[in-house]
């Protein structure tokens, strides 16, 4: 089974940048370009949102309005990870942030990445919090 593991969170003062990491372990037969893969966010008491995604194999990405222009997802296919590059933080960007992944083709991601029940692998999830 795919597992994920996320990492790079922490706390930012508002307007400062993250890294996250969403990496699939390389001694895994599993090969991440393979499958679309997902940025999720949860703040305290709400639901889980998508914050951004992207093809399998070269394939596009997609982000939500409240992040475009501020966020960039991309690939490192020789580590098998996903990133997510987070800049010009908001205290709103507060959260826990889970990466997914599934196995789809042909995607049509703005429908995809809005809600959780498409993806079926997840990570644990790493914290965000900005805050001065």
């Known amino acids: 089974q795919l597992q994920l593991v996320e990492s790079g969170g922490g706390l930012v003062q508002p307007g400062g940048s993250l890294r996250l990491s969403c990496v699939a372990p390389?001694?895994?037969?599993?090969?991440?370009?393979?499958?679309?893969v997902g940025w999720f966010r949860q703040a305290p008491g709400k639901g889980r949102e998508g914050v951004s995604c992207?093809?399998?194999?070269?394939?596009?990405?997609y982000y939500v309005d409240f992040v475009k222009g501020r966020f960039t997802i991309s690939r490192d296919n020789a580590k098998n990870t996903v990133f997510l590059q987070m800049n010009s933080l908001k205290p709103e960007d507060t959260g826990t942030y889970y990466c997914?992944?599934?196995?789809?083709?042909?995607?049509?991601?703005?429908?995809?990445?809005?809600?959780?029940?498409?993806?079926?692998?997840w990570g644990q999830g790493t914290q965000v919090t900005v805050s001065s």
């Open positions: 997914a992944a599934e196995l789809l083709r042909s995607p049509h991601l703005p429908s995809l990445c809005v809600s959780p029940t498409g993806f079926g692998y």
């Open positions: 390389m001694d895994s037969r599993y090969t991440l370009d393979d499958y679309v």
């Open positions: 992207v093809s399998a194999r070269g394939g596009g990405a």
